[in-house]
């Protein structure tokens, strides 16, 4: 795609929300860079990054779909935008008959090549009857200017009359332009037609375009012819060719076939047989015009492609590759012709037979085993094929227009149904198609169409080839083979050992056993989807949702096990519980390899957890599970038990911030016989199913956490309620602090607590750990604003977190050596502010990398909240009980005769009161707040001249 710039590109993309990250990547995406490419530039980590990057952008567009169709389709989406930015009209240029695309081309180079213009040729010769076109119905929505160059040839080609029709109906400005001095025959065609041969037609065909003064088109065309002799050419060449066209019509076959049968008598006297003959003859002739007039495509009658491609396997010895739906279009495999087919094959030939029902399965059997003793057969059902294919299926401007800047081609299927056949050496090769438009159509004969065209040969194979790449992983495709056969299958009854050998198995995986068989419409899914949903909302503990998520589980999916694990203190997964049966078809109990266990990114479950860009896990799948990379004690454990490992699915249970637990099942089970069906794994449909049902469990899971939490929070606010009464309900109250906050209800390993004292330091008050923690090496002198981490946290009144605790940010801590001896990898230390003062700490100390997520961050600042009023209030009382004491020691003094003293003495009698009113005074207004000012004298902490004056009068 031509370079555009970064801003514009930003500009053009702004209403998806493209970041900044994002569009780096798409940058160099449109300038046709291989995601490799991209990491290299980019310095991104892998190739995958990059590619889950682009996946991100392509559900920003809403494209679906996969291969490299994608890209293609947000090029264009740029590339539309971009024009519409710079006020381009496009102009679609349509052609037919042997002249049309002569006449399309001077069109384009020459008064279409204006700058508020961008022209495009339809690759595609109207006249012929090839089902191409349809393809383009999409794209012709985005024309805002179509144009058909109509030969003389053409005007009575009924092809003609429906491209006209196709093409009219779908663009709202849409003409006919002829190139032919003179009509001398009548048009079927009902619409004007302007006449090319008017420089003034062409200029009010420009300004009808373009907008803007007639003048000034009229002064393009003039110009235009004054550059060249365009006009001139493109007049002689269509006299040329109505010339030749006129001698073509007696047909050169038929006229060199009636001089050599002029002698036979029966065609001379017998009407009938005469036009009999003629009538093969020009069809023939017409075949052969068709593929003179579009170079790469010949036709032929549908009912001749049997015995024409048992010809080509007898002379050349060609493969095949093909997909063929039966009872479809090619009705006729289960008859001679097809076993002609069968027997002539190259044995390297690939057919994919694809069946819509378990009936019409069932009757192929016998022709099915026969084809399969002679070449490569696979089978697979519509409700496989048919939306594989509709992924290809799309239209795109780039495999029907020439549009140079896209430079590639997409992998569109005009037809689900086509035969890819090539020469042994590879070297030749030819695409056959037709669809079951052929039936419904009303035309007298249904046409097989050929074509050499290599890329569009690579791209059906590549397709193909993907689709029966699923057989080797049993994903809805299966190869029909005949183990231990010598010999070619007998054309009679074949032996039932043969039979019995796979096609059983085979007809319950696609039609028994298929999840598009269990529910029947995206309707079912959804309510089934709602009903699991329902029913694990209501439970009231994790253990009831994990049980009944389980049950549901192997119930859907057939499988021999499904176990649920989650993250414990020590950052590994621990599995939670499994439900399943073992070889010998015995219930497997909680107790057996209780131990299991696994980091993130280890073996097949860790994977599942391990966080990727958006700090969340992905689904893991796999058909053949004995080549992944497994834990050893885990494979062999599994494979002992179960009788063999073959297929499993795990997918991440997602919080709202991370990903903290997996669902895994693993292999296929038959329920009714009680064993497992190794050669058979879970579809993509059952991965989806099971990512969704794993939402609904990670939703309950969490739903009941959170009501822990908050349990937790109301059962900490009624403990620290009111004043404590003793310092034993103090120390209480703190344990019951430290010891909840490292339950098994968190990820907590240490919870420290410390207090601020009078001296204001910080001093530890309360604190514990789980078992493993060890004691050793802990320091446990006072901290101040001053000293590490907690220093932090009290200078800035805000919590302070380490996620992965290093070589470099471990001298951040006063106790290295004790937090170096228990691993610990995380820490996140809480302010507890009570009045804008910072009253303590909670430090909280984790076994693994924790990320102290906001979810996390609002509940420990909601304890710490409730953990700092408690320490305030505890305060305030202890300073209230102070004061009290005090004043009542003073009150209750010895009165004194204060006539007896002397003025000096007086003096500091009352200064002595005085002094302690305002020192108690004070006490107060640092622990409850300053009191107002008052202008009451007596309130003043200065001594009174007039008392004194008073007294010593």
Known sequence: MTQISWDIIKELVAEEGVSDNELEILTLALDGRSPAEIKTILGRQSENAVQKTLSRIYTKFRISGAGPGKLLKLQKIISDRLQAKQGKRKVLIAWAGSNGKYQAEKLR??????????AFILNIDGSSESIWLKTNEQLISGIDFGIL????????????????????????????????????????????VIDGTQKENLAYLLHEIIGGDIEEAKDWINYKLSTSNWLKELLEQELNYSYQDELSQVGIILNTAEAMLKDNNYIQSNKVFNQLIVNDITDLDKRIKSLISNGSVYSMPLELYPRCLTALQQKLQVRVKAVAIVDGVESFWASDIGDEIAKTANPESERLFVFSSEKDFEKSFHFLIRHASYYKVFVTTEDIYIPYADEFSLPDSSSSWNIEYLNSSLPTLPTKE??????????????????????????????????????????????????????????????????????????EKPSDKIVSQKLDLIRDNLFRKSPYRFFESPSDLLKDLQKVRNSLKHLNNKDEVIKEALRLVRERLNSQTASIFLFSKDGRLHRQKIVGVDTNGHEIDDTWFEDENYLPGESFTGKAALPEEDDFGRPQSANNLNEKPLETKSKEKYSEKLGGIYAAIAV???????????????????????????????????IHWLSAIGSSVASALSNLRKKRQAKLIADLSDSLVGSPNNPSDIKDAYENVVKRLISDDTVFEVCILRVKKDNGYLEVEYEDEVDRVNKDKRLKEPRSNKDGLVGNAIRIKDAVTITGINEQNIKQFKNQDWIALNQFKSFGCFPLIYKE???????????????????????????????????????ESKVAKSVAQHLHKCYNKQPIDLSQLKEDELREQIGEQCDTMRSAGQTLDVTFGNRPESNNVESSGETSPEIVTKYCS
């Open 418 to 491: 086509y035969a890819i056949i090539e020469s042994i050496d590879g070297e030749n090769q030819l695409i056959v198609w037709y669809d079951k438009d052929n039936i419904r159509e009303r035309r007298s004969i249904r046409l097989a169409n050929f074509s050499p065209q290599v890329a569009e040969i690579l791209q059906y194979k590549k397709i193909l080839s993907g689709l029966l790449a699923r057989a080797s992983r049993n994903e809805g495709v299966f190869q029909i083979t005949l183990d231990n056969s010598t010999k070619k299958v007998s054309y």
């Open 149 to 192: 160059c109509l030969p003389q040839e053409c005007f009575e080609n009924a092809s003609i009359i429906f491209l006209v029709g196709f093409l009219s109906a779908r663009l709202q400005n849409f003409k006919l332009i002829r190139f032919s001095k003179k009509v001398t025959f009548e048009t079927l065609i009902h619409m004007p």
């Open 109 to 118: 180079d020459a008064i279409f090549k204006h700058p508020l213009i961008e």
């Open 652 to 686: 991440p249970l997602d919080g709202q911030h991370k990903t903290y637990g997996v669902l895994e099942v693993i292999n296929k089970f038959d329920p009714l016989k009680r064993r497992i069906i190794p050669n058979y794994g879970f579809s993509q449909e059952e």
């Open 837 to 875: 003062e910072v009253v303590g700490t909670l430090s909280l100390y984790t076994g693994f990398e924790y990320d102290f997520h906001l979810g996390c961050r609002e509940f420990l600042k909601s304890v710490a909240s409730l953990v700092a009023a408690f320490i305030g209030r505890e305060k």
